[in-house]
């Protein structure tokens, strides 16, 4: 029943690392979205995607960027990681105003 | 100002009680969700909304277009039900699904 899967549930990685984090989806939808979730600020929109290739910024794209090459895929791209990305990192898949399926979380810790 | 504003921001509830969750947002939509999320990170949409009422077992969601007002209703409260409960709404243009958060509600409900 699994519709939208992340690949890790928790990963440390040391500052200047570059992390890959993926998000796969097997619902065929269009959209695909990343987001960070910190205390107190909610759910913050990183980049999205409405096709394969495609990929729009969102509110906090700055040392982030994604990849689309096939359309249940999306990843997404932490150049040179920093502590400040430390966060909860949230995949979903959107199909329209219908449904929304989101990914079980990406715990990052970055030392 | 948010354009998605929930409260309350914290509600502790003994088992049993009915709760009542409230969204109001300030932007024309097309669509809103209700979304759970449990310790660990997982979020699950649990309504999604256009107009009227939504009934699923314990929980009931109206939305008021009008008033842009959302509620979510627990009846019959249980400790299963403490989570984070997120409202998110789809703006008008938003065909490519990307949502506005709320903060979020923190839901515990006691024995």
């Known amino acids: 029943d699994v519709k939208v899967t992340q690949s890790s549930r928790y990963l440390v990685k040391r500052t200047g690392e570059k992390v890959f984090l993926e998000c796969v989806q097997d619902?065929?939808?269009?959209?695909m979205f990343w987001y960070r979730q910190d205390p107190g600020l909610g759910l913050r929109l990183i980049y999205f995607s409405y096709d394969v290739k495609m990929k729009e910024k969102g509110d906090i794209p700055e040392g982030y960027s994604v990849s689309r090459e096939k359309k249940e895929r999306f990843s997404l791209i932490l150049e040179s990681a920093s502590t400040n990305q430390t966060s909860m990192y949230l995949c979903?898949?959107?199909?329209?105003?219908?449904?929304?399926?989101f990914g079980q979380g990406t715990r990052l810790t970055v030392v | 100002k948010n354009e998605v504003e929930q409260s309350p921001q914290n509600l502790t509830a003994q088992e049993g009680e009915f709760i009542t969750i409230n969204c109001s947002y300030s932007?024309?939509?097309?669509?809103l969700h209700w979304l759970q999320q449990h310790p660990g990170g997982g979020i699950v949409s649990l309504f999604m909304l256009s107009s009227g009422k939504k009934k699923h077992g314990r929980l009931i969601a109206t939305i008021n277009i009008q008033e842009k007002h959302s509620s979510l209703h627990i009846t019959a409260s249980h400790p299963r039900d403490s989570a984070v409960y997120i409202c998110?709404?789809?703006?008008?243009?938003?065909?490519?699904?990307?949502?506005?958060f709320g903060k979020g509600t923190k839901l515990s409900v006691k024995p």
């Open positions: 979903a898949s959107i199909h329209g105003n219908t449904e929304a399926f």
């Open positions: 619902m065929d939808h269009e959209n």
């Open positions: 932007v024309g939509i097309s669509a």
């Open positions: 998110a709404v789809l703006g008008y243009g938003g065909s490519q699904g990307n949502l506005i």
